[in-house]
């Protein structure tokens, strides 16, 4: 579409080549009216009157269990001096309660392995599954 021109350089007959810009304006316009408009429409709440109750949830701490082995062989229940027996019949004890205890095992570096492994197989059989090994962290050389 040709538009007349007040400049003598320009031919008479050239078409215009600058995008009128008003025409997409408009559509623009149009179409942020109509998401303004139907916008609130899309939300799909459904409103209820739900009940309302005031008690907390009950978090069942497990409880935390020491069994030190010391260089001898020794073996401490929470700082009580135990018996192998004794102590297999403790993690037998606890090993029915719910929520299970969690073992903290605390061996001696220098105990000899069957005696940290005869523990260990004692809590497995009364079916402790949360059994974890306290170390203390290794000096750095600087």
Same mark, same amino acid.
């Given at each position: 579409?040709?538009?007349? /021109?007040?400049?003598? +350089?320009?031919?008479?007959?050239?078409?215009? /080549?600058?995008? +009128?810009?008003?025409?997409?304006?408009?559509?623009?316009?149009?179409?942020?009216?109509?998401?303004?408009?139907?916008?609130?429409?899309?939300? #799909?709440?459904?409103?209820?009157?739900?009940?309302?109750?005031?008690?907390?949830?009950?978090? $069942?701490? $497990?409880?935390?269990?020491?069994?030190?082995?010391?260089?001898?062989?020794?073996?401490?229940? +929470?700082?009580?001096?135990?018996?192998?027996?004794?102590?297999?019949?403790?993690?037998?004890?606890?090993?029915?309660?719910?929520?299970?205890?969690?073992?903290?095992?605390?061996?001696d #570096?220098?105990?000899?392995?069957?005696?940290?492994?005869?523990?260990? $197989?004692?809590?497995?059989?009364?079916?402790?599954?949360?059994?974890?090994?306290?170390?203390?962290?290794?000096a750095r $050389?600087r």
């Open positions: 579409m040709a538009f007349a /021109s007040f400049d003598k +350089n320009r031919s008479a007959g050239a078409p215009l /080549s600058e995008i +009128n810009m008003v025409p997409l304006i408009d559509v623009m316009l149009v179409l942020l009216v109509i998401f303004i408009v139907t916008a609130p429409l899309l939300t #799909h709440a459904v409103k209820l009157e739900l009940p309302r109750a005031s008690s907390q949830p009950e978090q $069942a701490q $497990a409880e935390r269990i020491e069994l030190a082995i010391d260089a001898s062989g020794t073996r401490y229940w +929470n700082g009580e001096r135990v018996s192998r027996e004794q102590a297999a019949e403790r993690l037998a004890a606890e090993g029915r309660r719910a929520p299970q205890p969690e073992i903290h095992v605390r061996a #570096h220098t105990v000899a392995y069957g005696r940290v492994a005869e523990t260990l $197989a004692d809590a497995a059989r009364a079916g402790l599954t949360k059994v974890g090994f306290v170390t203390e962290p290794e $050389a």
